[in-house]
């Protein structure tokens, strides 16, 4: 008989189930559980309950949310709260003897940059982390996603997870992208078609050409926004471009343990024929470079639209939320979107602060001025030192930027890095939450070629005009 | 954690959809003692940014005060996974939240911590937000173990719950202690995968 098909997700979830209940409740093993400074709560409650951490040598950890990034150290670290929860993760270190990149360490950065960097994040694994954006490890075909402060205190005491299968879901973009069309992009496009909670409980799995053709780095983006559609994960299936990423990485296998490896790994992209509860086709040819105008990631439009009027939407609920988005926005309906004016520049976050997004701000920036504050912080000690060796901080310097060490910094508005009241930023994050990057803040999602354009003309510009200037 | 049997209590209406984990309690409150947080709680949609409350949320709004249950719309609680999101709606009494759907990661945070999440329709829910703003302070009653939520009007809803979860929070006993019990599987699926993985 032949085996059924099935999805790349399925294929992960089954060889993880340690215990299935009756009633469809999963406990599922947990391959790699990354940690943050926001873990130390999650460390305080696992000793106060006289547990100790199963699996060390699967424990990884790095300072993100709460570090500086105006300089290095704990020192650097204005707020004694934080500098406190930063300092504990040396502590836990000492007590239970996971591997960390501590804020020392130059392999220390966003913890959604450094597990694909140091080759932790791997296809066909389970990895979990207490931050919603773990989504970004399925851009290496895992199977990851976020958890809470008390799911991470079960992980650290078994390894496992307690989990209701979710449904499988496939977002195909099909064709080539266009000229200056990057993965931010394609998925805020998504994310504007199925919507802000278009993904719950859902796997999603993206395919077609266009996916296939991005780069690691640029699936990252992808992935990582997933969790913006309430996606309760993001993946993309293996292959070639995936092992040529992860080959040589300091925790990828070596030598014979590679070529193993390898073969487990192809195994691991979802079968010929397999269904997916759910399925959406995007053109991948009409996507432009996207903006966001409004206070969810899926109040997207194109850098050739206007800001929408509220008149058109199709209903009263949805009238009075856009009126309420673009009061908090401080915009007018009919505005061409490269009419409004920025007050910042923010490129960085898990979204977009890895080499490539360095290289393409950096080309859009090159031999032009900042005309706004603007600032660029690598997602990582590693990034921040390639990038420099490649001479991306010149020329961010020359124009006026501001090179910064390696954190969460202006994306999560919890560590000093934020904007004033009022202030219009273009970022390269991924939430243009209310409040999110400082109360007031008006924050528009973009590409970092998007926003890097946006700094040299203090408006938003299609960068695709720059480039060909 | 606390077990969840019944509930009845004022219930408050938030009408927005998508209303994300930042609203419930932004990110610069975070990084505090848990005691310190209440106050946060829909911090920014509560008050103008000169600190005055605005009239025109419910929560201040008199006929809503001591409320336990919010009914919210879809995609509540999306976004960040803090679970400052729970215990401080938690820490200020409320223990059911009934939405058409909600964050995935809300939802799960809820059950670890003594809160019930509920799904009814979406067209349930908005009819019980329009009783609750005719109607401002009128209760909700929440049954877990007959899986019913009563309206103001009387219309009984049943809701679905995994009876995994429903279990733990009748008993008031978070899932740690129960897959200590399950150590042996673990060590036994941990030695399987030592052969299949052993590049880990």
């Known amino acids: 008989m032949a085996q059924p098909s099935l999805t790349m997700f399925e294929k992960i979830w089954r060889r993880h189930v340690v215990v299935d209940r009756p009633d469809g409740y999963t406990l599922l093993y947990i391959d790699r559980h990354l940690m943050h400074d926001g873990s130390a709560g999650s460390f305080a409650r696992l000793r106060a309950r006289g547990l100790s951490l199963r699996r060390p040598d699967r424990s990884f950890a790095t300072p993100d949310h709460y570090v500086a990034t105006g300089g290095r150290g704990l020192g650097a670290i204005e707020d004694s709260h934080h500098r406190g929860i930063v300092a504990a993760m040396a502590v836990n270190h000492a007590r239970y003897g996971f591997t960390v990149f501590d804020i020392g360490d130059e392999r220390q950065g966003i913890a ?91 796997v999603v ?82 996507i432009a470079p996207m903006v966001t105008w409004g206070t969810s990631p899926e109040d997207a439009v194109p850098i050739t639209a206007r800001i929408p009027d509220p008149s058109s939407a199709p209903d009263a609920a949805k009238r009075e939320g856009m009126e309420r988005a673009l009061a908090y926005m401080g915009l007018q309906p009919g505005t061409p979107v490269e009419d409004v004016a920025v007050d910042r520049v923010f490129i960085g976050s898990c979204t977009n602060s890895r080499i490539e997004d360095l290289r393409s701000a950096a080309a859009v920036v090159r031999g032009r001025k900042a005309v706004v504050p603007s600032w660029a912080v690598a997602g990582s000690g590693v990034v921040k030192r390639q990038a420099e060796a490649e001479g991306l901080d010149r020329i961010f310097r020359e124009a006026g930027f501001e090179w910064r060490e390696p954190g969460c910094s202006m994306c999560v508005g919890m560590n000093g890095d934020t904007g004033k009241p009022g202030q219009r930023i273009a970022s390269t994050s991924n939430r243009n939450f209310v409040g999110r990057q400082g109360q007031g803040v008006r924050t528009h999602l973009v590409s970092p070629a998007m926003a890097a354009a946006a700094a040299v003309n203090g408006r938003f510009t299609d960068v695709r005009k720059l480039a060909q200037a | 954690m606390e077990a969840f049997t019944s509930l009845t209590a004022v219930a408050v209406p938030v009408d927005l959809p998508n ?63 803090r679970e400052n999101a729970v215990t401080v709606m938690v820490d ?30 979406e067209a349930r829910v908005a009819e019980l937000r329009a009783a609750l703003h005719a109607k401002p302070g009128a209760n909700i009653t929440v049954d877990l173990a007959s899986q019913t939520v009563t309206g103001p009007d009387g219309k009984i809803d049943h809701f679905e719950i995994d009876s995994f979860r429903k279990d733990c929070l009748l008993r008031g006993v978070d899932s740690v202690t129960l897959t200590l019990s399950h150590a042996s599987e673990i060590a036994a699926f941990e030695a399987r995968q030592k052969e299949e993985v052993s590049w880990l």
């Open chain 2, 19 to 81: 209303v994300d984990t930042d609203q419930i309690i932004p990110a610069r409150f975070l990084g505090r003692a848990r005691e310190e947080q209440a106050p946060a709680m829909f911090h920014d949609m509560r008050r103008a940014p000169d600190g005055s409350l605005r009239p025109d949320f419910p929560l201040n709004q008199d006929g809503f005060s001591g409320a336990g249950i919010i009914v919210a719309e879809r995609n509540f609680a999306c976004g960040s996974s």
């Open chain 1, 112 to 202: 959604h940059v450094v597990g694909p960097e140091q080759g932790i994040t791997q296809p066909g694994l389970t990895l979990v982390c207490g931050d919603s954006h773990t989504s970004t490890h399925g851009a290496l075909g895992a199977l990851a996603f976020g958890i809470g402060s008390s799911e991470v205190v079960h992980v650290m005491a078994t390894q496992s997870l307690w989990q209701r299968k979710p449904k499988a879901m496939r977002i195909a973009v099909e064709g080539n992208l266009g000229f200056g069309i990057t993965a931010k992009d394609v998925i805020l496009a998504i994310i504007a078609r199925i919507g802000a909670g278009g993904a719950i409980g859902h």
């Open chain 1, 205 to 286: 799995e993206y395919a077609g050409s266009a996916i296939r053709s991005l780069s690691v780095e640029g699936r990252l983006t992808l992935c990582n926004m997933s969790i913006e559609a309430g996606g309760r994960a993001g993946m993309v299936a293996p292959d070639n471009t995936t092992f040529a990423y992860l080959h040589g990485r300091a925790f990828a296998p070596k030598d014979a343990a590679w070529d193993k490896a390898l073969a487990y790994w192809r195994d691991v992209p979802s079968d010929e024929g397999a269904v997916f509860d759910k399925e959406v086709t995007l053109d991948g040819a009409t």
């Open chain 2, 92 to 121: 200020n009494g409320f223990r059911a939240f009934i939405a058409p759907s909600f964050g995935d990661i809300f939802f799960n945070n809820c059950f670890q911590n003594g809160a019930l999440p509920i799904m009814l329709p």
